[in-house]
């Protein structure tokens, strides 16, 4: 979980400032070490945390390389995601062709809202040269860090399901309405219809009481609420059923997969890693109501007339 820019840095979990000396840091992790070690009543997770942190910046040589890593890198193949469904709508089919039909532009809204805060954050008028620094992202508050861990799980779906294969189609950042957040992705392929939400809050999240929390969560996350309220815009507006609502996390943010069982109109809502994506995506998960041949090519005839993007 530290890969992503929502995590805490190893400059907040051992509660100094990034421009902190060799000598503050080293007092500061043997402090915390004392004070979070189990023996001393303290938290094991916590002092887990602490020794993460300090193999990341103990030494000069580990803390140059990581205050040198970047996030937010455009991926060639993310960009090449719109052209390739443009090229593939005008033309015979060809090699590329074999791969999931895309459509829209995966983390396009959740990019342009960081690069929107992070402007705000460093001030009117302050020059932004790269809006991707290291040091920027890092001292940038959770709200801002969490927009671009939102953009890079996005893209990581897209990277995944685009090699599916051409049984299956995906839409990506769907428009639902005024009144609803927007829809991460829509996939079409045997195995039904799902409409998926890609997060990353930089931690681990547990379901309870029908809705995913944690610690690196804002007081007023509700993602499970959110994401049913935006699919049945899409189900009032396209006359379609989800055969489920997918959750997609990094992995090691769920110890284990959770869900929640079809209820009424409701369809079954879980929570997976993304290593587990494709196969639920190709063979459904027990309880899962499998689509049929038929009802793929009606209902890409509907959804591709349907649906409509959030403006990027």
Known sequence: MHDS??????YEVLGVNPTATNDELRRAYRLLLRQTHPDVGGSAIR???VQLAWEHVGTPDNRAAYDRRRFGEPDPEVDAYAAYAASAARGPATKSSLKTRMHGHPGGQARLRYLDLVREWA???TVIDDPYAPALIRSAPRL?????AKALAEEATAQVVANL???FTAWHDIDTGPQTDKLDHIILGPAGLFGILSEDWGGPVQLRRGELVGDDQGPDDRPIHQFEDAAKS???ALKVRFTALIIVLPDGALDEAVSLPKRGRRPMIIGIPRSRLVGVLREGLVGMERG????VFELRSTLQNGIRFVNT
């Open 5 to 10: 820019p929502a995590a805490s840095t190893p």
């Open 47 to 49: 002092f887990h945390a």
């Open 123 to 125: 001030g009117r008028g």
């Open 144 to 148: 801002v860090r969490h927009c671009l």
């Open 165 to 167: 294969g051409i049984g």
């Open 234 to 236: 899409i189900t009032r």
């Open 292 to 295: 049929s041949f038929e009802k």
